[in-house]
């Protein structure tokens, strides 16, 4: 009788507990770590779809400086429940904890959630430059010294020129500037002899007629620009990923993380959030999160390697 009391008491109190609330009861802000620009209008496109399948919209917050590093910090120290995560190209989490010694972040430091989009990386050229492709830009380099722009040093684009020179035993000259526009413009103006930059800030002076792309160094052709080689099919092996995504803080739960990933894909299904991507030259490319897992820490190798053997010593 005791025993039977017992388990009814036991049973009563199991029935009468709140259920545990399902992922997610409240809204999930995503960390911008870079200057608030197109990632923004794409996670807004993406909260809509969230809204509708989640039952919660997500939320934006800035959180620039050190290249992407302030930012992801903030995901980094935050409660591992999937309410935040950060939204950034690989810059952050693979190339710059071996640029800053005290960086504070690194893969080991999130879970991997979901890959958005690549940024594809190109060299842009005056329209009336004679150089018309990477057979023609490194004939020229064995000429004369030709310089180039980037957005700043040890960055994904610089990196992909460095690999260049490396592979066809040439030396160009790196004039690092602050952002894109710049040497884009400097580039314009005849004050150097090509860009390593983003598609995307190039593309509407490509469309223009004021510059052209001779190589991307993706493993495919960029979609708006069919006619531009790769540079593996133009015989230079190649290829820099900028491959953007979503990161949450590690410890995060697998179930959580399930459902996070899951509204991620069906999200980058909708044709608003493809229209965001069109829009900014961005080519989708949606990474499953054991997927994106492999590829940082595979790139955090390549690019301390790298950084090494160039001498870059962490500052």
């Excluded at 999937?82 to 879970?111: C, K, W």
């Excluded at 493993?219 to 133009?234: G, K, L, S």
Aim: glycine share 8%; proline share 9%.
């Amino acid at each position: 009788m005791t025993l039977r009391l017992l388990g009814a008491a036991l049973l009563a109190a199991v029935l009468a507990a709140p259920a545990a609330a399902e992922f997610p009861e409240r809204p999930i802000t995503v960390v911008m770590p870079y200057s608030p620009g197109t990632p923004d209008v794409l996670v807004r496109a993406m909260s809509e779809h969230f809204q509708r399948t989640l039952g919660q919209p997500l939320v934006t917050i800035t959180r620039d400086g050190a290249s992407g590093v302030v930012g992801m910090r903030t995901v980094a120290s935050a409660p591992p429940d999937g309410y935040m995560v950060g939204h950034t190209p690989v810059t952050a989490i693979a190339v710059q904890p071996h640029l800053l010694r005290n960086a504070g972040i690194g893969p080991d430091s999130f879970e991997a959630v979901c890959g958005t989009n690549e940024n594809v990386i190109t060299i842009a050229v005056r329209a009336d430059s004679p150089i018309r492709d990477l057979a023609g830009l490194v004939a020229e380099a064995r000429k004369r010294q030709l310089s180039f722009g980037s957005p700043g040093p040890n960055s994904l684009p610089q990196l992909a020129l460095v690999r260049v020179m490396r592979a066809t035993g040439t030396e160009m000259s790196h004039i690092p500037y602050r952002g894109e526009a710049p040497h884009i413009n400097d580039t314009l103006g005849g004050r150097l002899d090509f860009s390593a930059a983003i598609v995307n800030s190039t593309a509407e002076l490509v469309k223009a007629g004021r510059l052209r792309l001779i190589a991307v160094f993706s493993a495919n052709r960029h979609p708006d620009f069919p006619d531009v080689p790769t540079a593996t099919e133009q015989g230079i092996e190649v290829q820099m990923f900028s491959q953007v995504g979503w990161y949450a803080p590690r410890g995060t739960p697998a179930a959580v993380l399930d459902r996070l990933e899951e509204g991620c894909r069906t999200a980058l299904q909708q044709p608003a959030v493809l229209r965001v991507l069109a829009d900014s030259r961005a080519p989708v490319s949606f990474l499953p999160r054991a997927r994106l897992n492999r590829l940082i820490r595979d790139e955090y190798e390549n690019y301390g390697r790298l950084l090494r053997e160039l001498g870059v010593q962490p500052e």
